[in-house]
Nanobody, 123 residues
Framework: QVQLAESGGGLVQAGGFLRLSCAFSGRTFSNYGMGWFRQAPGKEREFVAGIKWSGAATAYADSVKGRFTISRDNAKNTVYLQMNSLKPEDTAVYYC????????????????WGQGTQVTVSS
């Protein structure tokens, strides 16, 4: 059984940065595409970024392109989300997800989810 554990969330001022981490365990990490999603209060969960099992390809939501960067370290079984130039509208609970060979924007194609980490951006 795959387990995912996010960390790195917190409170930051607008224009600031945070780096989220997601530790993967239970299966072979390099077999899985990884994604980051977020859910703000009263809103549906939305795709933020995804990365192929090899790290050779990535995908981003238009709202975060140029500000967020997803990366992975297969030796450490960890995926990261570097978030720069944060805006109040980035405030949400951020979740990482693992999908066998998938890393796109369809949340239903992911097999495993973490518990989430809160990111709050103050204006």
């Amino acid at each position: 059984q795959v387990q995912l554990a996010e960390s790195g969330g917190g409170l930051v001022q607008a224009g600031g940065f945070l780096r989220l981490s997601c530790a993967f365990s239970g299966r072979t990490f390099s077999n899985y595409g990884m994604g980051w999603f977020r859910q703000a209060p009263g809103k549906e969960r939305e795709f933020v970024a995804g990365i192929k099992w090899s790290g050779a390809a990535t995908a981003y939501a238009d709202s975060v392109k140029g500000r967020f960067t997803i990366s992975r370290d297969n030796a450490k079984n960890t995926v990261y989300l570097q978030m720069n130039s944060l805006k109040p509208e980035d405030t949400a609970v951020y979740y990482c997800a693992a999908g066998l060979t998938y890393y796109g924007g369809n949340s239903r194609s992911y097999d495993y989810w973490g518990q989430g980490t809160q990111v709050t951006v103050s204006s």
